[in-house]
Nanobody, 125 residues
Framework: QVQLVESGGGMVQAGGSLRLACVAS?????MGWFRQTPGKERKFVAG????????KYADSVKGRFTISRDAAKNTVYLQMNSLKAEDTAVYFC?????????????????????WGQGTQVTVSS
């Protein structure tokens, strides 16, 4: 069973930065970050292959957010800069099934069977 633990959420003013971290149990995985606001579907934010060789971003965060991973720490990060009020959401990290490794980062949430508990990000305008 893959366990994921997110951290780094909080409250920040518009224009500020936060860095989210997601620690995975046992090893590194291809992973994604998603976000969700009340009453809305969970939306893809960014993804990265287990190798770290390839990344993918939602258009709404390109140029502002960066996904990266530290293999030695089994950790994936989401650096969020130039935050906007519309970035306010609960952010979730998600991991691939290690038996079915991703060939490319994907925005398809069904490709990630393992999810963290979420961390709240609030951006005040």
């Amino acid at each position: 069973q893959v366990q994921l633990v997110e951290s780094g959420g909080g409250m920040v003013q518009a224009g500020g930065s936060l860095r989210l971290a997601c620690v995975a149990s046992g090893r590194t995985y291809g992973m994604g970050w998603f976000r969700q606001t009340p009453g809305k579907e969970r939306k893809f934010v960014a993804g990265i292959l287990r190798s770290g060789d390839s990344t993918k971003y939602a258009d709404s965060v390109k140029g502002r957010f960066t996904i990266s991973r530290d293999a030695a720490k089994n950790t994936v990060y989401l650096q969020m800069n130039s935050l906007k009020a519309e970035d306010t959401a609960v952010y979730f990290c998600a991991a691939e099934d290690p038996r079915l490794p991703l060939l490319e980062p994907t925005a398809d949430s069904s490709a990630y069977p393992y999810w963290g508990q979420g961390t709240q990000v609030t951006v005040s305008s």
